[in-house]
């Protein structure tokens, strides 16, 4: 499966590329983790960003591919009171300084926006 889709990718001049999810990914691959890790490692190769997304409910609980991906992106859903409130946490972005604080954002018609002056306390 690596090879068909880095030769899509290359073919079809593939900006940018979404797996959704992760964890439908790794059935590909029948728990052989070095088959997994070489696939995120093709990515990386590919001339596309490539966005893989997982689900985390541990925050603590880093996998190999945080170690791989040049950049880290978690967004939050959390019970605030009596309302949910969302937010985005950079954790890593190689080669650039972040702000690693967990900031708010919303969802429009617009798509999804970054409220950078209001941060979350989670």
Do not use: C, W
């Amino acid at each position: 499966m690596t090879t068909r889709l880095v030769s899509f990718v290359e073919k079809h001049s593939i900006n940018r590329l979404v797996v959704d999810s992760k964890m439908m990914l790794r059935y590909f691959y029948d728990d052989e983790e070095d088959a997994f890790l070489q696939f995120v490692s093709a990515l990386k190769r590919v001339d596309a960003t490539s966005l893989l997304i997982s689900e985390m409910t541990d925050p603590t609980s880093y996998s190999d591919e945080h170690y791989l991906a040049y950049g880290v992106i978690f967004l939050h859903n959390y019970l605030d009171g009596e309302s949910m409130r969302r937010g985005i946490q950079t954790l890593k972005m190689r080669g650039t300084n972040i702000d690693s604080d967990i900031r708010e954002i919303e969802f429009t018609g617009r798509g999804l926006t970054v409220r950078p002056g209001r941060k979350v306390e989670a």
